[in-house]
């Protein structure tokens, strides 16, 4: 069941790459199209059949593979990572579609972009840690050669610092899982099993520490985070939409599914810390989005500091809180997504993505009005208005927090504020005003190119007015992990 | 059927965003063949339903309990939010008053908007607007209070933000929305701690909460000062009141309902908060500060103004301000009967202002006069409405600040005065308007000015006729007291401000070179309210230009030390790789003198490592010794 959203993608990738005869750049993409979809249906059947009822593991897939290792093909998918399984095969489908028709080299492009797909959900849906580990750095190949190869003037720079950091990020994360088996003398690195031995405290901070740097540099958190503006800026719109829409949630994911999940204990002490990161992260990042004048740059900014609002959560690890937590994630990547295809298509018909060059787009006449339009209700969605799902992802997240962290949290919510200050700065620059004489004659916007933007704004609404539906899949799980992780506390011996 | 038309008038808000739903192919431009013209007869037709289901729960709710509705929106993690709404009579009241100002706005809006090309976005946004605050006058939970005060928010930045195309206009939502942005997150702050203290977010659990809460002075105080942050933006009042006189940049239907209903629903909030202010006496005096320095400062940048948009809204600025005194002092009768007698009188006199401004395309009021004899309608509305405002004619404003004079005359006596005074000066501000408008010579811009087409001026006389009937739907609300009991004195007094501002208004020079006074000190003063006090630009200079500054240090360090480092990494990587590529010359002596090299230093090393005895002999001078000896 499980490998489906993982094997189907990949021989199709394969097929499409090594396949001897011609296939028409028209056929590949329609080909990738369709295979997408068929995982995102599959994902969608995967939901509907999931029990969300109960916290452990559903649709296991158990296979021994190198015993010697301890590595086991182990997969499995609760609450925590169900959301995100879905919400990657729908930004895959739509980062598709919404590639350029006329794009260069496209069997090898789609290719690679199915791969990615695949390793992602590999990641999401692992339940060994060397398993995690495997796909969390095959996704990096694909990744690096989809912004090394379509992207923009200084991509290779930005590739390169992409691949480095991440790669730092993986050593640092393997370090830790190795560290974790070899000192509790497990004899696998199933994960569950992992769970139940204890370390002594110190221990624990030193494998945690090298998981939390790990991680942030992928979320990204302050300071780690300066790969991501230059790997946005530089890859093609589709790229920036998975790159912000999901593969960040990777992080997170890790930190919640093996930081909090393998050391709660070192957990809930560093916890306050935790939260101050968060807070720096989140005003970090908002204000140097203010002082952006690059549109995609400072969607980019706006993500650091909203993936801080998921530290702020995860480091409270009240049953609200990592419940928001997921949800956040979903939001962020849809929020997040929307804004990216916007700008993208903003940059396509305008040629530049400068604050201070745009003006007056909304002219309905020579504009971009419906894109405008749908870029006005991506940013209220993004600064928390409410009515679309960034506002009760967001509350979720504060009141799940303040009864922990009071100050972090108030501190967090001045970083909402702010989102509204550089957002509408946004807004205000580029769409409203005169229409300037730079930017005559744009062509015309198809409907193709607001096709996915409109279903993740409906999406978005959706999700805004009706919470439930997302909220119901995950509620067990996060409810359970926090008293699991407070009774594997309970047995753990002192240091 | 009467029970199941009360069962759901929690459906009124939803016409209007019905509504709004409705007008989307024409405002996104998919039927272009019809003009937007259907859009618009949608949004009346759901405002009319809204207008009628309401007027019949509202008979229905005369003799009732008042009770509550909820719904269970989310329940997750044990939370429970929910959206209660209460239907009593003042709630179905205040809903009344919305959904009938919005539906003569919009009758108005059809004539007065008649030639814009984006008439489908209008109504659509009006539809928004008056869906939002109905709900708003409903609602029964902090929750559901706090999202549609923000979509109020929202739905005030595009409709003031509707004209985009022009500088001021940009400028104008922008700070529309920022401002009441601060104030709206401030209120999320204490929304938030409300929830985790109290457990619940719907008023009745919350005024239970808070007989009982034991907070530390601190904490209440904050928590107070919170929660009075989003009605203070909502309502223009100190400190976050520069919104509003900018917003008279946008259409005129909208600032109607801006003046009257929505800044209301900020002071209707602020009224439904009350019982948890109790928690906290700052907060309740900081709304009596707050409010006497809107209300003076306000009445008096007033005066100075020559835009007629501006010169009322900064009356209504004041207005709310006396609201905020009566709420902070624990008078939410007399705030309510304030704000029901301010909202029709500033209603009808904004629809007086848009059809000067539709008529003359102009809104200086320095470049009017003589209007009276060619515009009756619209004067006789404008004197109808300054009298409802003022408390001068036995009409609305007058029995509301009766009302407020009596309540305070023992026990507060200064704020009489400040009642007094606010009065006095709304009155001399409005007869200036009255005679720069109407009175005088004819100027260019007024000479050919016919009166407005039916659609405008329809329900500007209908709102004429309501404003002469408000003392007997006040009457049928709260008895007005007989003659015989009124405080002679207060009434006298009320009168007396009245007249003196009447008086000095109709007396004083008014003359083009007046608007530009020679006379230095003169100048200042006018110049120091004709700039609202100058405090746009102590925020320029303070609050925009500290977060303009950190962000920009803040991408500088960005950029440059935290970027820099990185980069400073892989360049030393880079150079270090450059640098050793020389090392390797092909001469095998020298790769053996390396290798030497290496061994010797690790040799060192290592035995400094296991050995350092040994070492220190060396440097002790030990060995030299020992061996020079020999």
């Given at each position: 069941m499980l490998s489906a959203l993982i094997w189907v993608p990949i021989l199709s990738a394969a097929v499409l790459g090594f396949w001897p005869g011609t296939i028409t750049p028209k056929a590949s993409r329609q080909l990738s199209l369709i295979v997408a979809s068929a995982v995102f249906v599959w994902s969608l059947v995967l939901a509907s059949q999931f029990n969300p009822g109960t916290a452990s593991q559903q649709f296991s897939e158990y296979i021994p593979w190198i015993d010697s290792l301890g590595l086991t093909y182990h997969l499995g998918v609760d609450g925590l990572s169900l959301p995100l399984l879905v919400l990657n095969s729908l930004l895959t489908c739509i980062a598709i579609y919404s590639t350029d028709k006329s794009i260069q080299r496209p069997r090898f492009y789609y290719a690679l972009l199915l791969l990615l797909n695949a390793s992602v959900a590999g990641a999401f849906v692992a339940q060994d840690l060397l398993l995690f580990f495997l796909f969390y750095e095959v996704e990096l190949?694909?990744?690096?050669?989809?912004?090394?190869?379509?992207?923009?003037?200084?991509?290779?720079?930005?590739?390169?610092?992409?691949?480095?950091?991440?790669?730092?990020?993986?050593?640092?994360?393997?370090?830790a899982f190795f560290g974790l088996v070899l000192l509790s003398g497990a004899s696998t690195f199933a994960y569950e099993p992992l769970r139940n031995y204890t370390l002594p405290l110190t221990t624990q901070f030193?494998?945690?520490?090298?998981?939390?740097?790990?991680?942030?540099?992928?979320?990204?958190?302050?300071?780690?985070?300066?790969?991501?503006?230059?790997?946005?800026?530089?890859?093609?719109?589709?790229?920036?939409?998975?790159?912000?829409?999901?593969?960040?949630?990777?992080?997170?994911?890790?930190?919640?599914?093996?930081?909090?999940?393998?050391?709660?204990?070192?957990?809930?002490?560093?916890?306050?810390?935790?939260a101050i990161w968060a807070v720096v992260s989140v005003l970090y990042g908002s204000f140097n989005a203010i002082a952006q004048t690059d549109m995609k740059k400072m969607v980019a900014y706006s993500s650091v500091g909203h993936m801080g609002y998921i530290l702020l959560a995860a480091a409270a690890a009240t049953p609200l809180s990592l419940l928001a937590s997921v949800f956040q994630m979903v939001s962020h990547g849809l929020i997040s997504g929307l804004l990216f295809l916007l700008v993208g298509v903003v940059y396509k018909k305008t040629g530049t993505r400068d604050i201070d060059i745009l003006r007056g787009l909304l002219n309905p006449e020579r504009g971009l009005p419906v894109v405008g339009s749908l870029m006005v209700l991506g940013v209220m969605a993004s600064a928390g208005l409410p009515g679309m799902v960034g506002f009760i992802s967001e509350f979720l997240v504060f009141r799940g927090s303040f009864a922990v962290f009071p100050t972090q949290t108030l501190l967090c919510m001045v970083g909402t504020g702010l989102t509204s200050v550089y957002f509408l700065l946004l807004v205000n620059r580029v769409f409203f005003g005169r229409l300037s004489k730079e930017v005559e004659n744009l062509p015309q916007v198809q409907w193709s190119d607001r096709a996915p933007a409109i279903i993740l704004a409906a999406l978005i609404v959706m999700l805004g007015l009706q919470p439930n539906w997302m909220v119901r899949w995950s509620e067990t799980t996060t409810t359970t992990m926090m008293l699991n992780s407070q009774e594997l506390t309970a047995n753990s011996q002192p240091f | 059927m009467t029970q199941f038309l009360l069962e759901t008038s929690w459906w009124v808000p939803l016409y209007g965003l019905v509504g709004a739903i409705l007008t989307l192919p024409w405002s996104m431009g998919l039927i272009r063949r019809t003009g937007p013209r259907p859009a618009a007869y949608f949004n009346l037709l759901m405002t009319v339903l809204a207008f009628l289901h309401g007027s019949i729960v509202f008979r229905l709710t005369w003799n009732r309990e008042s009770f509550e509705l909820v719904f269970h929106w989310l329940k997750a993690a044990g939370l429970d939010l929910s959206f209660a709404v209460e239907i009593s009579q003042v709630s179905v009241g205040a809903m009344e008053l919305v959904t009938g100002l919005s539906l003569l706005a919009q009758l108005f809006a059809l004539g007065y908007m008649e030639k814009d090309w984006a008439l489908a976005r209008f109504f659509a946004l009006m539809g928004f607007f008056e869906g939002a605050m109905s709900g708003l006058a409903l609602s029964n939970s902090l929750f559901l209070s706090y999202a549609l005060l923000e979509m109020l928010t929202l739905s005030t930045y595009l409709l003031v933000g509707f004209w985009y195309a022009q500088p001021l206009v940009v400028t104008a939502a922008r700070d529309a929305f920022l401002t009441k942005r601060v104030g709206d997150v401030l209120l999320l702050m204490g929304m938030v701690v409300?929830?985790?203290?109290?457990?619940?977010?719907?008023?009745?659990?919350?005024?239970?909460?808070?007989?009982?809460?034991?907070?530390?002075?601190?904490?209440?105080?904050?928590?107070?000062?919170?929660?009075?942050?989003?009605?203070?933006?909502?309502?223009?009042?100190?400190?976050?009141?520069?919104?509003?006189?900018?917003?008279?940049e946008g259409p005129n239907p909208a600032s109607?309902?801006?003046?009257?209903?929505?800044?209301?629903?900020?002071?209707?909030?602020?009224?439904?908060?009350?019982?948890?202010?109790?928690?906290?006496?700052?907060?309740?005096?900081?709304?009596?500060?707050?409010?006497?320095?809107?209300?003076?400062?306000?009445?008096?940048?007033?005066?100075?103004?020559?835009?007629?948009?501006?010169?009322?809204?900064?009356?209504?600025?004041?207005?709310?301000?006396?609201?905020?005194?009566?709420?902070?002092?624990?008078?939410?009768?007399?705030?309510?009967?304030?704000?029901?007698?301010?909202?029709?009188?500033?209603?009808?006199?904004?629809?007086?202002?848009?059809?000067?401004?539709?008529?003359?395309?102009?809104?200086?009021?320095?470049?009017?006069?003589?209007?009276?004899?060619?515009?009756p309608a619209t004067t006789t509305a404008f004197v109808v409405g300054s009298a409802g405002l003022v408390g001068l004619l036995p009409l609305g404003g007058f029995w509301a600040l009766r009302q407020g004079v009596e309540v305070f005359w023992v026990s507060d006596p200064w704020i009489v005065a400040v009642l007094l005074l606010v009065n006095a000066l709304t009155a001399l501000n409005l007869t200036r308007v009255f005679r720069l408008v109407f009175w005088g010579k004819p100027q260019p811009k007024t000479r050919r000015a016919p009166e407005v087409p039916w659609p405008m001026a329809v329900p500007m006389v209908s709102l004429t006729v309501v404003t002469l009937l408000t003392p007997f739907i006040m009457q049928s609300w709260s008895p007005l007291p007989d003659w015989e009991y009124v405080n002679l004195k207060a009434v006298l007094l009320l009168v007396l401000s009245g007249l003196v501002g009447c008086g000095l208004g109709g007396t004083i020079y008014l003359h083009k070179a007046w608007s530009r006074s020679l006379f230095l000190p003169w100048r200042f003063i006018q110049d120091l309210l004709g700039y609202d006090f100058y405090i746009d630009r102590i925020y320029r200079v303070t609050v925009v230009f500290a977060v303009?500054?950190?962000?920009?240090?803040?991408?500088?360090?960005?950029?440059?030390?935290?970027?820099?480092?990185?980069?400073?990494?892989?360049?030393?990587?880079?150079?270090?790789?450059?640098?050793?590529?020389?090392?390797?010359?092909?001469?095998?002596?020298?790769?053996?003198?390396?290798?030497?090299?290496?061994?010797?230093?690790?040799?060192?090393?290592?035995?400094?490592?296991?050995?350092?005895?040994?070492?220190?002999?060396?440097?002790?001078?030990?060995?030299?010794?020992?061996?020079?000896?020999?």
């Open positions: 190949i694909p990744l690096y050669l989809l912004i090394a190869i379509w992207g923009g003037k200084r991509r290779g720079y930005a590739a390169t610092k992409f691949l480095i950091y991440t790669a730092i990020s993986g050593i640092l994360i393997l370090a030193l494998l945690l520490g090298a998981l939390l740097v790990g991680f942030g540099i992928k979320i990204p958190l302050v300071p780690f985070h300066t790969w991501l503006p230059d790997a946005h800026v530089e890859a093609s719109t589709p790229i920036s939409v998975l790159l912000a829409g999901v593969l960040l949630k990777l992080g997170t994911y890790g930190l919640l599914r093996f930081g909090l999940g393998l050391f709660p204990e070192a957990w809930s002490i560093w916890a306050p810390w935790l | 409300l929830a985790t203290q109290a457990g619940s977010l719907n008023f009745p659990d919350l005024y239970d909460w808070a007989e009982t809460a034991k907070l530390s002075p601190t904490v209440a105080t904050l928590l107070g000062l919170a929660l009075i942050a989003g009605p203070t933006g909502k309502c223009a009042q100190f400190p976050l009141h520069l919104w509003l006189d900018e917003a008279m109607l309902l801006r003046n009257s209903v929505v800044v209301g629903c900020g002071a209707y909030v602020l009224i439904k908060f009350q019982p948890i202010l109790n928690v906290s006496p700052v907060a309740l005096n900081a709304l009596v500060v707050i409010g006497t320095v809107t209300a003076i400062g306000a009445s008096l940048v007033a005066l100075a103004q020559i835009d007629i948009k501006r010169a009322l809204s900064h009356s209504t600025s004041a207005y709310l301000g006396l609201v905020f005194i009566a709420i902070g002092q624990q008078w939410n009768g007399f705030a309510l009967l304030l704000l029901f007698a301010h909202a029709i009188s500033k209603a009808l006199m904004f629809m007086s202002v848009g059809s000067i401004i539709l008529t003359t395309n102009n809104q200086d009021l320095t470049e009017m006069g003589g209007l009276w004899s060619r515009m303009e500054r950190l962000s920009a240090i803040n991408a500088w360090i960005d950029r440059y030390v935290v970027d820099g480092f990185v980069n400073l990494i892989g360049l030393g990587a880079i150079f270090g790789g450059q640098t050793l590529k020389y090392s390797a010359s092909g001469q095998s002596q020298f790769y053996v003198l390396i290798i030497l090299l290496g061994i010797s230093f690790f040799g060192f090393l290592m035995s400094w490592l296991f050995d350092p005895s040994l070492f220190k002999t060396i440097f002790d001078g030990e060995f030299w010794r020992l061996s020079l000896s020999q």
